[in-house]
Nanobody, 119 residues
Framework: QVQLVESGGGSVQAGGSLRLSCVVS????????MGWFRQAPGKEREGIAG????????YYADSVKGRFTMSQENAKSTLYLQMTSLKPEDTAMYYC????????????WGQGTQVTVSS
């Protein structure tokens, strides 16, 4: 059964930090490329971080570069998104997702975790 389960969202003040977690089914974790997305109310979904085809090299959207860091813990099949220097515009629902590394289409999605940043 494919599962991606996010956690770690919450409410913080601007300048604060949060770490999101995404526990992934073992098969998906070992064979797919992973990414983090977010969607704010009334806005399109934005890809903010992910891994290239080698499943290790991360990339980041300009909006989060230098503030967010994607990492993984193989023994736990878990992805992390460390978010620092949070801004009110980072407020959104955050999702982890998985895609076959040979494609750019993400097939599997978690249920999301809400991040709210107050000024």
């Amino acid at each position: 059964q494919v599962q991606l389960v996010e956690s770690g969202g919450g409410s913080v003040q601007a300048g604060g930090s949060l770490r999101l977690s995404c526990v992934v089914s073992r098969y998906i974790y070992n064979n797919f490329c992973m990414g983090w997305f977010r969607q704010a109310p009334g806005k399109e979904r934005e890809g903010i971080a992910g891994t290239y085809t080698d499943r290790e090299s991360p990339y980041y959207a300009d909006s989060v570069k230098g503030r967010f860091t994607m990492s993984q813990e193989n023994a736990k099949s878990t992805l992390y998104l460390q978010m620092t220097s949070l801004k009110p515009e980072d407020t959104a629902m955050y999702y982890c997702a998985a895609r076959p590394c040979s494609t750019t289409t993400y097939n599997y999605w978690g249920q999301g975790t809400q991040v709210t940043v107050s000024s």
